[in-house]
């Protein structure tokens, strides 16, 4: 009988755990199938910076092709180039901690986007060095988007998002534009021509 009891006692446990992890996991399953609406900011103040749209910051589950050049004047191609010098990011869909937080920031914040604004998000960026047409071997970096101020940051570089300016993070001098492309066409010709990760960087 003791045996039986004990047994009904272990049981009764794991079945409250269960049901514990049961609920952890709902509660996690809602918060990220709403997380592009407690991410994104829209905020009328940054509605003409660079890659934010009409729903606000660039959602979490929303790719994004930037080509940027140096020079004087804002590129304005239809697509990639087939020649030339320039460097295209390839924005990717945010990982799975980095929705966790904005997620927890959104709560702390009090309802308020001030703080996810200063703050930011992280994600990850393929960077494509184009020299004189060659394609260089891709990198991967950790890119911070942040409205106030107004950058998006790549380690080495980063662009002005009110003015799609360039810019080097060693001078912090603008060294050329950054114009957003078509996302499918983009995608089409970074299939085709880009080459193996760089180890030293992936």
């Not at 047994?7 to 514990?20: C, E, I, P, Y």
């Not at 709902?26 to 934010?52: K, R």
């Not at 996810?116 to 990850?124: F, I, K, Q, S, V």
Request: with cysteine; aromatic share 10%.
């Amino acid at each position: 009988m003791p045996e039986i009891l004990r047994l009904a006692g272990f049981k009764a446990v794991f079945a409250a755990n269960d049901r514990r992890h049961l609920r952890a996991g709902l509660f996690m399953l809602l918060m990220l199938t709403s997380s592009p609406a407690l991410s994104q900011i829209n905020n009328p103040a940054y509605a003409d910076y660079f890659l934010v749209g009409r729903f606000g910051e660039v959602c979490t589950m929303c790719e994004v092709t930037v080509l940027c050049k140096t020079g004087e004047t804002a590129p304005a191609p239809a697509g990639i180039p087939a020649e030339g010098t320039f460097t295209v990011y390839h924005l990717q869909t945010r990982t799975f901690w980095s929705q966790v937080a904005t997620i927890w920031e959104w709560f702390v914040a009090n309802f308020s986007g001030d703080a996810l604004a200063t703050r930011g998000h992280t994600r990850p960026v393929h960077v494509h060095a184009v020299t004189d047409g060659r394609w260089q071997p891709m990198r991967v970096v950790e890119a911070r988007l942040v409205l106030d101020p107004a950058v998006i940051e790549f380690g080495d570089r980063s662009i002005d998002r009110v003015e799609r300016r360039w810019i080097t993070a060693e001078t912090n001098e603008a060294i050329g534009y950054c114009q957003r492309l078509p996302l499918w066409d983009a995608l089409e010709v970074i299939e085709r021509r880009s080459t193996e990760p760089d180890k030293d960087n992936a």
